[in-house]
């Protein structure tokens, strides 16, 4: 039997607010521990919370670009629990009436485009963080992190394999950094998914049971553990069993999922609405105002690259991912137009050198404009495309424009004709008998006359010219 896997996603987005939810003490991380709470955060006894204008404005911009539906008003509520990390004993988060819900975002693999539910968007708070001393049976907390404010979007289960999991978690996170509203960074904790997956019989339109599935902290864990959980409920009822629904956790090490809490151990929450909030109410107004400052947004920015720039969608895609990078791209083509050219050099050598030392594209040493001048001076002639690669790495040393690098390590390329047909004569001279091999028909030598030839110029001949004059020659 044939099963086809249903997931669905719950993401935690750290909104970048210079501010707490319900309180003015700074979200800022790093700070030492405890020095960033107050009375309100910290829970104490006839405090009250004051809800911080910028996490709604962050989470409408959100809705608004998620295609969500948006309430006139919405509540928050306790939802209860007892743990070290949690000073009121609750934590405040939306419920019954969130801020959005019924949205969508379209992803696309391997060229398909699907489009994927979005059930709701709600605003919460974070918890402290716990640091658990490996010596000794000791717990600390440290209650900087408690009130920094969250989104959690909840997908619809509309995705159907680890790759448009991860694609659809790229598109969530690219736009959360379009709109400058988190980090998205899932190594330090400012994105976070938790993945819900069952399996059922191809062509069946009743779920499965599920498993949820935490503890993931990359692109890469969330597509490794969804493969692995899919693999294992599909080896389970194809024994005869049943899958079980719990929570399961995500071992990166031995690459597998393992049972956490079963549905009995789960947690009875106990939500009312907070007593202490009042009803969030946001006027159409205001949709209107967070709608008109929107950036174009990354599926958009996509198709007007295809359109635009007559790039194929992987190169459209890749360029996009960020803001910046997109930036980077757009500047360069503004003063050397060729627009391909420029993706290539940009996915090719820029993201390169930029992968391989861990830096993002705000860390380029070579400039937009300085690139521009680089192909320029390829398509002139000026310099050979291996000559510019070399000419790319001292721009990325030295972060000196390419004409004074072609200048002070004398990089010109030789294109005067009669300067290289002397070259070619001196070259089939001293080659008598290669020269009469190729004319019996071993044509394959054209290459070791091209590299001779290349040889004596030190690189520097254009090796275009080379070639004509060679095969014009040999004739
Ligand atoms: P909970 O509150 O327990 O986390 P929800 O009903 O809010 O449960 O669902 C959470 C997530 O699980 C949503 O993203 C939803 O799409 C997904 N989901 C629900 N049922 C299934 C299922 N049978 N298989 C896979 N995912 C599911
Ligand atoms: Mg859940
Ligand atoms: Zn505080």
Redesign the pocket.
């Known amino acids: 039997m044939e099963f086809e896997p249903?997931?669905?996603?719950?993401v935690h987005a750290q909104l970048k607010t210079r501010t707490k939810i319900f309180c003015g003490c700074s979200t800022k991380f790093g700070a030492p521990p405890n020095t960033h709470t107050c009375p309100v955060c910290l829970g104490m006894p006839g405090v009250l919370p004051v809800l911080n204008k910028k996490v709604v404005d962050f989470t409408l911009a959100m809705a608004i670009a998620t295609n969500c539906r948006i309430a006139a008003e919405s509540r928050f509520a306790r939802k209860n629990y007892f743990y070290p990390d949690l000073p009121k004993g609750y934590q405040i988060s939306q419920y019954e009436l969130p801020i959005a819900e019924n949205g969508y975002i379209d992803i696309e693999t391997q060229g398909e485009r699907k489009r994927i539910g979005i059930?709701r968007i709600h605003m919460e708070e974070d918890a402290g963080k716990l640091i658990h001393d490996p010596n000794r049976p000791l717990s600390r907390v440290d209650f900087n992190r408690t009130g920094v404010p969250l989104i959690e979007i909840?997908?619809?289960?509309d995705i159907h394999s680890a790759e448009q999991a991860g694609a659809y978690l790229r598109q969530l996170r690219a736009i959360v950094r379009y709109l400058g509203i988190s980090d998205g960074n899932m190594e330090e904790g400012s994105f976070r998914c938790d993945a819900?997956?069952?399996i059922r019989p191809r062509g069946s339109d009743v779920?499965?049971?599920?498993t949820?599935i935490k503890n993931l902290n990359s692109f890469r864990h969330v597509e490794e553990a969804l493969r692995f959980e899919i693999a294992r409920q599909t080896e389970v009822l194809l024994e005869g069993g049943n899958v079980v629904q719990e929570t399961r956790l995500w071992d990166p090490d031995q690459k597998k999922t393992v049972a956490m809490r079963g549905k009995e151990e789960a947690h009875d929450y106990r939500y009312f609405p907070d007593p202490d909030l009042l009803p969030l109410v946001v006027e159409k107004q205001w949709i209107e105002e967070v709608r008109k400052r929107l950036p174009e947004l990354p599926g958009e920015r996509k198709a007007r690259f295809t359109r635009e720039y007559d790039l194929p969608a992987y190169d459209s895609e890749v360029l996009t991912a960020s803001r910046e990078l997109a930036d980077y791209f757009e500047a360069c083509v503004k003063s050397y137009p060729r627009a391909k050219q420029v993706s290539n050099w940009v996915m090719g050598s820029v993201l390169g050198y930029l992968n391989a030392q861990g830096k993002t594209i705000e860390q380029c040493n070579v400039s937009a404009d300085h690139l521009a001048q680089l192909l320029s001076l390829i398509d002139s002639g000026t310099i050979s495309g291996k000559m510019a690669k070399e000419v790319f790495d001292e721009m990325w040393q030295t972060g000196k424009s390419p004409k004074e690098i072609v200048k002070e390590k004398d990089l010109v390329q030789v294109t005067d004709r009669s300067a290289l047909e002397a070259v070619v004569d001196a070259v089939l001279t001293r080659h008598p008998g290669e020269v009469e091999a190729y004319r019996c028909g071993k044509t394959k030598l054209l290459g070791f006359f091209v590299g001779q030839v290349m040889k004596q110029t030190q690189g520097k001949a254009n090796p275009k010219m080379v070639n004509e004059i060679l095969r014009e020659k040999l004739e």
Not at 6 to 10: S, T, Y
Not at 154 to 157: A, G, M, N, R
Request: hydrophobic share 35%; no cysteine; net charge negative.
């Open positions: 249903v997931i669905g996603l719950e059930t909840v997908s619809e289960p819900n997956v069952s779920f499965g049971t599920r949820e």
